[in-house]
């Protein structure tokens, strides 16, 4: 095997769950649609709250002082808030998806497509075995992690595009690159990131994942595009809160 195969058969698994997503679509009215699009909502939020719990560690605590984990993840948010709306963040990724679907699906909902991809991408991105598999992958110890990571997505991509639609292939193109960077700074880099950086990220993400499945089930429409710059601002925290408290 070599390096980055891990990523390689996740791509590949949420394209043939894609497939096989679009062949099932078909069959159910919108109503069914509908409603299974609300189920991967509830599911997001669970998804969400074992993230927050794997996040909230010893590690994290043991390098941030015990009482920090909490505000760090708060801070991490709201710096990326401020960043994400600044650079007009979901706009940005909006247009993006909209111009992949002039491209590639220029007969779909425009509004489905986006929230398709945007959506399908956070489920497939946010997460501890994105991180500690690509990393692992690339340091050369093994893509067992992404492998089964493969597995859960592969579903999951059946079940976003019977619902969803086409719109959920175009996350591919961020797994791959978010995934493939992690490997390459992996192979160069060596393992660059402590636990308690993985856990605060995994943490902030649990909580991004918590506002994907609030607008999925229809609750309300945060703007989690927004959000996503925390996700590398968590980490920076994690090493200078560690830096000042130790």
Do not use: H
């Not at 993006?96 to 986006?114: H, P, Q, T």
């Not at 506002?211 to 710059?229: C, E, F, M, S, W």
């Amino acid at each position: 095997m070599f390096v980055g195969i891990g990523t390689v058969v996740n791509v590949a698994a949420v394209l043939v769950g894609c497939g096989l997503g679009l062949v099932l679509g078909q069959r159910f009215r919108q109503e069914t649609r509908d409603l299974i699009t609300q189920v991967l909502g509830l599911f997001s939020l669970v998804l969400g709250g074992r993230a927050i719990a794997q996040g909230f560690s010893p590690a994290l605590s043991e390098q941030v002082s015990e009482n920090a984990p909490v505000l760090v993840v708060l801070a991490a948010l709201l710096i990326g808030a401020l960043i994400g709306a600044w650079i007009r963040l979901e706009q940005r990724l909006d247009g993006a998806a909209e111009w992949l679907r002039g491209k590639v699906a220029r007969n779909s909902d425009k509004g489905r497509f986006i929230e398709a991809a945007v959506s399908s991408t956070l489920i497939f991105c946010v997460g501890p075995l994105s991180i500690l598999g690509s990393l692992s992958d690339g340091l050369g110890t093994g893509a067992e992690q992404l492998f089964v990571k493969s597995v859960m997505d592969g579903f999951a991509a059946i079940a976003f595009t019977s619902s969803l639609g086409i719109g959920v292939m175009a996350s591919v193109i961020p797994l791959a690159v978010y995934q493939g960077a992690f490997t390459v700074l992996g192979f160069f880099l060596g393992n660059f990131m402590s636990a308690g950086q993985v856990d605060g990220l995994t943490a902030t993400g649990g909580v991004i994942l918590l506002g994907l499945g609030i607008r999925l089930a229809g609750i309300k429409r945060i703007q989690i595009g927004n959000l996503l710059p925390a996700l590398a601002v968590a980490p920076i925290l994690v090493w200078v809160v560690g830096l000042a408290v130790n």
